[in-house]
């Protein structure tokens, strides 16, 4: 004891060393990590990396004061938000990108800036419950809503997954069929897909074109939009905000070991995961950029324009600009299937993450796999079997999936505003107000926009007195599960709320 009061700092460095790097802890005795809780997590405490000591506090350090930046924590904290962020490159958006390009040039560059910049002010929220209350979004939504209610948001949540899966998939069998020039049916490529998600796999060169920069910069600063393009302004916005990467990012920033107690140390892993998820999505960005600015200054103004699709995207790419040693068309084909197989896990991971936390399911994780793998498979080999006749076929499908997305956004926003906003839940980690009307207003924005594509579409797509009586019952319906979510707990600002209620109060004494 002698020699540790006259040499304070004699282990400096090892302390260090052992906050820093992961350690092998021996099994918890806890009750969560032997099983005895019946209460589903999103990872076991074996298998959480160990960032900080949160033994004790035995080095007398101050637990409520922000430890300083560190590269070395930077690095060990990095990970849950570029798994985030290939969602922002699944073949959805993708497609997306070629088309806003082709058909609206440099003038929709501006809303993909702004749109990137949304989602990633609710994927922070996301990272931010999941790290302050040690809890994933599907969890607290078990606990928040009735049981009625949190079956009907098991139900948007697991919809809106196979959606997004079935794009993933079909993408990366569209991919296998043209790098195998046609060999390899869709339904093959499917089945390739799904027996090797786990492969992971990046690239982001898709072209080579250099855009004109003059129509660059303006179509990146100044907001520009026609009724000609609003379709594609409206995909773009629609593509950003995935209803289960929502749900994934609050589950993936749990596999670092945070004391919730430790006010200092969860304000640390918010800032790094802050960090972190920035430059994952400014990468994402500038792919998207990529994507957009090559299809924009090759084919913006042709009569190829309104016709391209993931299908011919690369032979279209080919006859543009030719073949060379490795041809454009198999550089798409790399660059597509990379996109399907990277976004697939993002899928698998969300789906477990969905399926247990709402369902608090303790299964064994290769089995959760292959319910949430099943799930999403079967309906996609049914999808390539029925569509795989034309490319006008797929292009109606994907349509059809992007609304299925669209009408389950509110589901996975509304209730992450609510919970991130309140007292009990987060503690001293509650939003403030300017941010939670920031975070508001964006939803509002982002549930409009697509309110508009599910109008546009439904307009063009519903025919006949009983299909239109289905979809308008069912409109009813959807409405009043919304309000019924905002409502829920003063969903809204607590300041507007005030406001509205006390409007309300003077019309009744007038």
């Not at 109606?396 to 919970?419: C, D, G, K, R």
Request: charged fraction near 15%.
């Amino acid at each position: 004891m002698s020699e540790t009061k006259d040499n304070p700092n004699t282990d400096t460095k090892d302390d260090e060393a052992d906050r820093l790097l992961p350690s092998q802890s021996p099994p918890s005795t806890s009750p969560q990590s032997d099983g005895e809780n019946d209460e589903e997590v999103a990872y076991e405490s074996r298998e959480k990396i160990t960032i900080v000591d949160i033994g004790s506090a035995a080095d007398g350090s101050d637990h409520s004061v922000t430890p300083p930046f560190s590269w070395k924590k930077l690095w060990l904290f990095t990970g849950p938000g570029f798994l985030m962020s290939i969602a922002f490159l699944d073949p959805g958006n993708l497609e997306g990108d070629l088309q806003a390009g082709a058909i609206a040039g440099y003038s929709l560059l501006w809303l993909l800036l702004w749109a990137t910049a949304m989602g990633l002010l609710i994927q922070l929220l996301s990272a931010r419950v999941g790290v302050a209350t040690g809890r994933h979004l599907a969890e607290l939504c078990r606990e928040e809503y009735p049981y009625w209610a949190g079956l009907l948001l098991w139900l948007m949540a697991e919809l809106a997954l196979i959606g997004a899966d079935i794009q993933e998939v079909i993408g990366s069998a569209i991919a296998i069929k043209i790098l195998s020039r046609g060999a390899l049916p869709l339904w093959a490529g499917v089945v390739i897909t799904a027996s090797d998600c786990f492969v992971f796999l990046f690239l982001e060169n898709y072209g080579t074109p250099s855009p004109v920069e003059k129509n660059f910069i303006l179509g990146l600063l100044i907001p520009r939009l026609s009724s000609k393009t609003i379709r594609q302004a409206v995909g773009v916005v629609g593509c950003v905000i995935m209803p289960h990467n929502v749900f994934l990012h609050s589950a993936l920033v749990q596999s670092r070991k945070i004391d919730p107690d430790k006010k200092g140390h969860v304000q640390e892993a918010l800032n790094y995961y802050s960090i972190e998820s920035s430059v994952a999505l400014l990468i994402s960005f500038m792919i998207n950029l990529f994507v957009t600015t090559v299809f924009a200054k090759g084919f913006y103004g042709t009569k190829q324009a309104n016709n391209i699709g993931l299908v011919n995207a690369g032979q279209y790419l080919e006859e543009k600009y030719g073949g060379g040693l490795f041809p454009i068309l198999y550089i798409w084909g790399i660059g597509l299937l990379a996109a399907g197989q990277s976004s697939t896990i993002t899928g698998t991971y969300a789906g477990q993450f969905i399926m247990g936390g709402f369902l608090n399911l303790r299964l064994k994780k290769w089995l959760r796999a292959l319910i949430t793998r099943s799930c999403a498979i079967v309906p996609t080999m049914i999808v390539a079997l029925i569509f795989n006749r034309s490319e006008a076929s797929l292009d109606v499908l994907n349509e059809w999936l992007n609304v299925l997305q669209s009408i389950q956004i509110p589901f996975a926003l509304i209730p992450l505003l609510t919970l991130v906003s309140k007292q009990e839940v987060m503690g001293v980690f509650r939003i403030g107000t300017t941010l939670e009307r920031v975070a508001w207003t964006v939803a509002a924005l982002v549930i409009v926009i697509n309110g508009y594509l599910l109008l546009d579409f439904f307009i063009s797509e519903v025919n006949g007195l009983l299909f239109g009586f289905l979809v308008c019952t069912t409109t009813a319906a959807y409405v009043a599960f919304i309000i019924y979510l905002i409502s829920h707990g003063g969903g809204l600002p607590a300041t507007l709320f005030s406001l509205i209620r006390a409007k309300g109060f003077s019309y009744t004494r007038n």
